[in-house]
């Protein structure tokens, strides 16, 4: 299956300071990725679609604001959480679309002391 | 609204058996349903995909069953092996017969495998 690195794998940040997540396509271009939230037993829920070089579409109830995406380039999107609060930790998850599949980054989990 | 639905929280399964995993939809646009397995602090890994064209999906020991007149698809394993114990993600997409779409994910099925 096609590879999707996130960096980084984990990290611990106080609140209200920007933390940024970074999610590679290596093996395949992606113009379309997503970008998944999971919070401690419960599923995965969609954030947002990242597009190649226009604006990020999100889901009801996601602020665009707070949650800034970035799709430089067809293997790179990039998620900032501004101004990070205790209630944004969780579990981040970006995939990439390869043929007829989409497949998942290893996740970042993200702490808001 | 829960578009995807797994009922079962979890499942326990001897060695060497079937494994069964159910899952319901109740969005008809939905024409393209994956199944993904999924270690705690992990990103999901793709199993098997099937199209609403089809009626199953065989691959290897992973089979997956789709009825689209009553909206539900199952995943077969068999035999089951201690190393599939994992959470059991279904998802769904309308993407026009391909993943292209968002994915809606079920809630998951925690799937054990005793030796």
């Known amino acids: 299956g096609a590879v999707v690195s996130q960096h980084p794998s984990r990290v611990i940040c106080k609140s209200g300071t920007s933390v940024k997540i970074e999610c590679r396509s290596l093996?395949?271009?992606?113009?379309?990725m997503f970008w998944y939230r999971q919070f401690p037993k419960q599923s995965l829920m969609l954030m947002a679609t990242?597009?190649?070089?226009?604006?990020?579409?999100?889901e009801q109830g996601v602020e665009k604001d707070k949650f800034l995406i970035n799709h430089a380039s067809l293997t790179l999107s990039t998620l900032t959480v501004t101004s990070a609060h205790p209630e944004d930790s969780s579990f981040y998850i970006c995939?990439?679309?390869?043929?007829?599949?989409?497949?998942f980054g290893p996740g970042t989990r993200l702490t808001v002391l | 609204d829960q578009q995807v639905k797994q009922n079962s929280p979890s499942l326990s399964v001897q060695e060497g058996r079937i494994s069964i995993l159910n899952c319901d939809y109740t969005?008809?646009?939905?024409?393209?349903f994956l199944w993904y397995k999924k270690y705690p602090a992990e990103g999901p890994t793709f199993l098997i995909s099937?199209?609403?064209?089809?009626d199953k999906n065989e691959d290897g020991r992973f089979t997956v069953f789709l009825n689209k007149s009553a909206k539900h698809l199952s995943l077969h394993i068999v035999p089951s092996q201690p190393g599939d114990s994992a959470v059991y993600f279904c998802?769904?997409?309308?993407?026009?017969?391909?993943?292209?779409?968002?994915?809606?994910f079920g809630q998951g099925t925690i799937l054990t495998v005793h030796p």
């Open positions: 995939s990439g679309t390869r043929g007829d599949t989409q497949y």
């Open positions: 969005n008809s646009m939905f024409d393209y």
């Open positions: 998802a769904a997409s309308d993407g026009g017969g391909t993943s292209y779409g968002k994915l809606t």
């Open positions: 093996d395949f271009q992606a113009t379309t």
């Open positions: 099937i199209s609403s064209i089809k």
């Open positions: 990242s597009n190649e070089g226009s604006k990020a579409t999100y």
